[in-house]
């Protein structure tokens, strides 16, 4: 079945710096979904990319659409503490389908 | 700012007992899913829902489980006779657009 290829699978780094992450298929996907998730609760939406070649930003968060369609990458600036918890990223095929795909996770720990 | 909601938010239950795992979408949206993460597991979907009828299932979304939108409010997943491994956090999510999915908080679901 599809899968998504998140890397890397965790993350240790110092308070401050910048922070890099991606995901790829061997599907082209036509939505990507970065979520962030906090233990016990629920995905949290950071940034939805909707076009090949699409850069988004919010606050410290920038994300892109590749041109191919079957990566994305997130990048956080200046991380602060606050950021750790789980990274996800989600696409959506052009099947036409509901279903969102999740990666495997990107596991983000901020040394103060 | 609205918000998806689920509840109970833990639930506990004998091998082979029904469950009904209850979310409230956020008010104008009109897609709905579920989706469950396995304890350190990715998020995998389940089953989506539109139009009053179900839109795309997963392959782990068997005859056990079932949807319903009973009143204009309330969409519901009922695992009609749980196993062990149906243990996991159950999401539900909203959309207004096929796209942008917005996550509930979660239930808990352990099976004894």
């Known amino acids: 079945g599809q899968q998504l290829n998140q890397s890397p699978q965790s993350m240790f780094i110092q308070e401050g710096e910048d922070v890099s992450m991606n995901c790829t298929s061997s599907s082209i996907f036509n939505t990507w979904l970065w979520y962030k998730q906090e233990p016990g609760e629920g995905p949290v939406l950071l940034i939805a990319?909707?076009?090949?070649?699409e850069l988004t930003s919010n606050g410290r968060l920038t994300a892109q659409f590749g041109i191919t369609r079957k990566d994305s990458f997130l990048n956080i600036s200046a991380s602060i503490p606050s950021d750790v918890g789980i990274y996800f990223c989600?696409?959506?095929?052009?099947?036409?389908?509901?279903?969102?795909?999740f990666g495997t996770g990107t596991r983000l720990k901020v040394l103060a | 700012e609205p918000e998806v909601t689920q509840t109970p938010s833990h639930q506990v239950t004998q091998m082979g007992q029904e469950v009904i795992l209850r979310c409230v979408p956020i008010?104008?949206?009109?897609?709905f899913y579920w989706y469950r993460q396995i304890l350190g597991q990715k998020v995998e979907f389940l089953v989506s829902?539109?139009?009053?009828?179900?839109?795309?299932k997963s392959e782990i979304f068997d005859d056990q489980f079932s949807v319903e939108r009973p009143d204009g409010s309330n969409f519901t997943l009922k695992i009609r006779s749980t196993k062990l491994e149906d243990s996991a956090m159950y999401f539900c999510?909203?959309?207004?657009?096929?796209?942008?999915?917005?996550f509930g908080p979660g239930t808990r679901l352990l099976v004894l």
């Open positions: 829902f539109y139009n009053n009828e179900i839109s795309e």
């Open positions: 990319l909707y076009k090949a070649g």
């Open positions: 989600a696409g959506c095929t052009t099947s036409g389908t509901y279903k969102y795909i």
């Open positions: 008010s104008n949206h009109l897609y």
């Open positions: 999510a909203s959309s207004v657009s096929e796209e942008t999915q917005y």
